[in-house]
């Protein structure tokens, strides 16, 4: 049960870290790389929320297919945001 | 209007968002940790009670996503294939890359090929044994597009022939449709389980719920191997 709560605790603060990473970096693979990570630790709480079902689906589609298909339009597209500020 | 950036709404409304955002975790903590099964109401209780009597299927969730409501996936599916469709039409008027510019190395194309059969045996597992153990259709179908972009990443050249997916698709969703319809013409509704249930645990039990997982996994993989080929190769 500890072990649990440390590994939920530890999960959740990473995906903060990563979605704020995502945010504010502006270069968009490490964007999407940012938000494949919160997907990834997700489907981890989904296991642990005894929802094994829903943890391969995001860990099939959230951090593997959705990522690579971003990947792709970046790669068609431009890899770096344009500054807003100016 | 003044234009505000996104950067500095975000700045303004982070605090709010934080608090709100640490408070449904508590509640998601609370839920997932407290929770006794014995607190269940309503219809999700008859779902936990009446499953093993109902379809003889060990996974609950299959059971409900394919047997009490089947309709709905089926609903499901087709938002997939009208998703597939739409990008397979916006992307169609754009000519294929022929050539890839920078080509992978020999480790990566020579070891990519054996991989793709057993990730291809993975996602067949899932779907196959979807009322027996964690996943199903969905999950499969996706294991094995997965398959199929690595070979679109590896090889050069790979082709996928755009002619079996289609055939593919269009059978599953018909073997789909067909044992609806069979149940509708035996029991009298959609979708109505017309075979025999079994034994809960074995491989063929539960129904028709594993012909409806494997018809559902070979969509799938098969509307997601075409989505990924359709934009792998539009040119730049």
Not at chain 1, 16 to 29: K, Q
Request: glycine content about 10%.
């Amino acid at each position: 049960m500890a072990t649990l709560v440390i590994i939920t605790v530890l999960c959740v603060v990473l995906m903060v870290v990563a979605a704020w990473f995502a945010i504010r970096t502006s270069d968009l693979v490490s964007a999407v790389i940012g938000s494949s990570v919160v997907s990834l630790m997700a489907s981890v709480l989904f296991l642990i929320l005894h929802a094994p079902d829903v943890a391969m689906t995001e860990a099939a589609i959230g951090a593997g297919l959705s990522t690579f298909v971003f990947l792709i339009a970046i790669r068609k597209t431009e890899r770096y945001e344009k500054d807003e500020e100016q | 209007m003044k234009r505000v950036s996104l950067k500095k709404r975000f700045r303004v409304k982070n605090i709010f968002v934080f608090v709100v955002l640490v408070y449904l975790g508590f509640q998601m903590l609370s839920l997932g940790f407290l929770l006794d099964l014995k607190d269940v109401k309503g219809v999700a209780k008859y779902y936990l009670e009446n499953d093993i009597k109902d379809t003889q299927s060990a996974n609950v969730v299959t059971s409900i996503v394919v047997n009490y409501r089947g309709f709905d996936t089926l609903g499901e599916v087709t938002v997939l294939f009208l998703a597939a469709t739409g990008l397979g039409a916006i992307l169609s008027g754009y000519r294929k890359v022929k050539k890839q510019k920078i080509l992978a190395n020999t480790m990566l194309q020579y070891g990519s090929k054996p991989l793709l059969a057993i990730i291809i045996l993975f996602g067949a597992y899932i779907f196959i044994h979807g009322h027996l153990s964690p996943g199903g259709g969905f999950q499969g179908g996706t294991v094995i597009a997965t398959g199929f972009l690595l070979m679109l990443l590896a090889l050069e050249g790979y082709e996928i022939k755009h002619g079996y997916i289609k055939w593919t698709e269009s059978l599953a969703g018909l073997t789909f449709v067909t044992v609806g319809l069979f149940g509708l013409f035996l029991l009298g509704s959609f979708l109505a389980d017309f075979l025999p249930l079994g034994k809960v645990g074995n491989l063929f039990s539960s129904g028709v719920i594993p012909i409806i997982y494997v018809a559902v996994g070979f969509k799938v993989g098969s509307e997601l191997t075409g989505l990924l080929d359709n934009m792998m190769g539009v040119v730049e």
